[in-house]
């Protein structure tokens, strides 16, 4: 939409186009094994749309479209600007887990705390091979703390200087934040082949926003590659229960959605 419309009305007309049907009816999210808390200060109108790119990169978890192993090496994953911690907490169930799953969030008691308890509730569905950790990040700020997690190996982790895995879910509308996340992506992301930092926005997030994160990325190296739901992608393709939502509901909140994966150049 332009710099003129109102995002409440673009809002209002998709609800509108759902039945009027909002796409979280309570404080909580269900998928598959995983019961997620809102943030009390989240539980908006607003965040719940802004949930999209969470269930569409779940949607790819659950169909083992995220790489999290190369060989015998396991991979690290962080995900910044966490909200609820979906793809990462779902990460960390699935069969091809990574080794460390690190879920970050801004340093607000509510906010933090919300994302901690999501971690500590859904444990026992972790693979117990997966680490997973939960700690407060502010982006563009020192990330030796994040890094430090690196050097306290699992069994399958080995000690290295960055995260193979970077998940970046409905963060580019955030316009300012820009220069900061991809400051954070430099320090953080593996100077590795094999590491990729995975963007996934609502549509509701302009273009040209879209585009300008995409230019600073390309300035601080990195090559993005957009990856297209086609006719081949049309259709939720996911078998997990995400209650409160059918095929229907589910496949046009990933239409809703861009998605870039990232690579050093």
């Known amino acids: 939409f332009t ?9 209002n007309d998709s609800l509108a186009f759902l039945g009027g ?4 009816d309570d404080s909580f999210v269900y ?4 019961t997620l808390q809102i943030a009390q200060k989240a539980n908006t109108l607003l965040a719940d749309h802004l949930f999209s790119p969470a269930l569409y990169l779940a949607e790819r978890i659950e169909r083992g479209l995220f790489p999290v192993q190369s060989g015998l090496k396991y991979f690290v994953a962080i995900e910044l600007g966490a909200g609820t ?12 887990h990574p080794a460390l799953a690190v879920v970050t969030d801004y340093p607000d008691e509510n906010i933090l705390g919300n994302l901690k308890k999501n971690l500590e509730n859904n444990r026992p569905n972790f693979q117990p091979a997966c680490r997973v950790e939960c700690t407060g990040y502010e982006w563009g700020t020192d990330a030796g703390s994040l890094l430090k997690l690196l050097q306290d190996p699992s069994p399958r982790q080995i000690s290295q200087q960055g995260y193979d895995i970077v998940i970046l879910s409905d963060l ?5 934040s820009h220069d900061v996340l991809i400051s954070s992506i430099r320090v953080l992301l593996s100077r590795s082949e094999d590491s990729k930092v995975h963007v996934s926005a609502g549509k509701y997030t302009r273009r040209n926003v879209c585009e300008d994160f995409l230019r600073k990325g390309r300035e601080a190296g990195l090559i993005f590659d957009e990856i297209f739901t086609g006719p081949e992608e049309a259709g939720w393709k996911g078998t997990m229960k995400v209650r409160g939502l059918d095929q229907e509901a589910l496949a046009v909140r990933k239409a809703n ?5 990232g690579r050093w150049a």
């Open 3 to 11: 710099m003129n419309d109102d995002p409440e009305d673009i809002l």
């Open 21 to 24: 049907q909002p796409v979280i």
């Open 31 to 34: 998928y598959g094994p995983l």
């Open 85 to 96: 911690g979906l793809p990462s907490l779902l990460l960390a169930t699935t069969p091809n």
């Open 172 to 176: 580019l509308h955030f316009h300012g």
């Open 257 to 261: 959605c861009y998605y870039w994966v």
